[in-house]
T-cell receptor, first 117, second 116 residues
Framework: AQKITQTQPGMFVQEKEAVTLDCTYD???????LFWYKQPSSGEMIFLIYQGSYDQQNATEGRYSLNFQKARKSANLVISASQLGDSAMYFC??????????????FGAGTRLFVKA | GAGVSQSPRYKVAKRGQDVALRCDPISGHVSLFWYQQALGQGPEFLTYFQNEAQLDKSGLPSDRFFAERPEGSVSTLKIQRTQQEDSAVYLCASSLSGSSVAGELFFGEGSRLTVL
């Protein structure tokens, strides 16, 4: 069953504007972690930001912030002051504890962001 | 190097050949993951190791796929009798943590497999 949903296959944003990338998730575990990764055209996956399920405050990392709405099971990424270098694929991911033990991380299908000059 | 290293970066195989993809994680990282990423798609989980123990292999698409991490460091993903649908980028990631939902994944550059 799909557990991470990213409903926006592609998004356009004007340079210097803010953009929100949507992510919803599904889990019955009380403890989980939510992550966003960036994948430029070069292919490497770059970690951006992390939010724990018990964290009271929304995570922020520089121009990135995570809008965490636990009751709605949503973890949207907000990028402020977009730059041309932000053009990339963005993946939402969740780390949970399966019955088998360990900590499995699953990814959404991604959103391709295009920043226009 | 300090990052996750994968080899080969590119592999072209004829249908029916066996291939082996290597992953050298960051030293000391407990967790190691293999993912398969088709073009334009998100990474799909294949398997997960905590040290040398393979705790989850539920994502392996068939019994032609096999992964090991015998000494808890380097891992190898082996694909037997390759098929065209196996063509993808195979990503390896490691994480320091083996007991917390926190801790980001550090990815290698991937091994791009093309099966002709």
């Amino acid at each position: 069953a799909q557990k991470i949903t990213q409903t926006q296959p592609g998004m356009f944003v004007q340079e210097k504007e803010a953009v929100t990338l949507d992510c919803t998730y599904d889990t019955s575990d009380p403890s989980y972690g939510l992550f966003w990764y960036k994948q430029p055209s070069s292919g490497e996956m770059i970690f951006l930001i992390y939010q724990g399920s018990y964290d009271q405050q929304n995570a922020t990392e520089g121009r990135y912030s995570l809008n965490f709405q636990k009751a709605r099971k949503s973890a949207n990424l907000v990028i402020s002051a977009s730059q041309l270098g932000d053009s990339a694929m963005y993946f939402c991911a969740m780390r949970e504890v399966p019955n088998t033990g360990g900590f499995k991380t699953i990814f959404g299908a991604g959103t391709r962001l295009f920043v226009k000059a | 190097g300090a990052g996750v290293s994968q080899s080969p970066r590119y592999k072209v195989a004829k249908r029916g050949q066996d291939v082996a993809l290597r992953c050298d994680p960051i030293s000391g990282h407990v967790s190691l993951f293999w993912y398969q990423q088709a073009l334009g798609q998100g990474p799909e989980f294949l398997t997960y190791f905590q040290n040398e123990a393979q705790l989850d292999k539920s994502g392996l698409p068939s019994d032609r796929f096999f992964a090991e991490r015998p000494e808890g460091s380097v891992s190898t993903l082996k694909i037997q009798r390759t098929q065209q649908e196996d063509s993808a980028v195979y990503l390896c990631a490691s994480s320091l943590s083996g007991s917390s939902v926190a801790g980001e994944l550090f990815f290698g550059e991937g091994s791009r497999l093309t099966v002709l």
